[in-house]
T-cell receptor, first 113, second 113 residues
């Protein structure tokens, strides 16, 4: 089955700086890669996603890049703000069957004021 | 609020007791997923429904676990004879159809004493 690895496990950045989180996946059939933000005591909230027919997607301060050849994708957050502090999860799914999400182990992002 | 809702939000039970959780998906979403999340880990797939049909169950779902979606709307997840290892956050997600975004509920946190 699919295996998703995520790095780093913790990340601290100064407010206003950029943060980058990286994930790799094992199954070349995977074609959908969402990123979720999870705050303490809450369920995961989708922040951005990308499908394998594009290499990059941007939404205001958040961007995701995908390298299908290397089987890795990254989350970029620019101009970080204190409210960006949370745990971020990457995930991957395949286009057939149940399309279940396989998640990474998460990155705890702390924005230092 | 038209998001995914889960009830209860917290459940404390003694080992050996049965517990049942409920998930109400977003209206008209025909796919419903259950995931389990332990501390410091990403969510792991348990099972999913397409309308009222349960189409796949993970190996994580032992015989003590059962899930239903009787009319293709809300779903219940029952755990019989709970064990301490069942302590986790149980998350429900729904999507409209194939290749669509999964939206998560707030989760039910289960503590087995």
């Amino acid at each position: 089955g699919e295996n998703v690895e995520q790095h780093p496990s913790t990340l601290s950045v100064q407010e206003g700086d950029s943060a980058v989180i990286k994930c790799t996946y094992s199954d070349s059939a995977s074609n959908y890669f969402p990123w979720y933000k999870q705050e303490l005591g809450k369920g995961p909230q989708l922040i951005i996603d990308i499908r394998s027919n594009v290499g990059e997607k941007k939404d205001q301060r958040i961007a995701v890049t995908l390298n299908k050849t290397a089987k890795h994708f990254s989350l970029h957050i620019t101009e970080t703000q204190p409210e960006d502090s949370a745990v971020y999860f990457c995930a991957a799914s395949q286009p057939f069957g149940n399309e279940k999400l396989t998640f990474g182990t998460g990155t705890r992002l702390t924005i230092i004021p | 609020d038209t998001g995914v809702s889960q009830d209860p939000r917290h459940k404390i039970t003694k080992r050996g007791q049965n517990v049942t959780f409920r998930c109400d998906p977003i209206s008209e979403h025909n796919r419903l997923y259950w995931y389990r999340q332990t501390l410091g880990q990403g969510p792991e797939f348990l099972t999913y429904f397409q309308n009222e049909a349960q189409l796949e169950k993970s190996r994580l779902l032992s015989d003590r676990f059962s899930a239903e979606r009787p009319k293709g709307s809300f779903s219940t997840l029952e755990i019989q004879r709970t064990e301490q290892g069942d302590s986790a956050m149980y998350l429900c997600a729904s999507s409209f159809g194939t290749a669509d975004t999964q939206y998560f509920g707030p989760g039910t946190r289960l503590t087995v004493l």
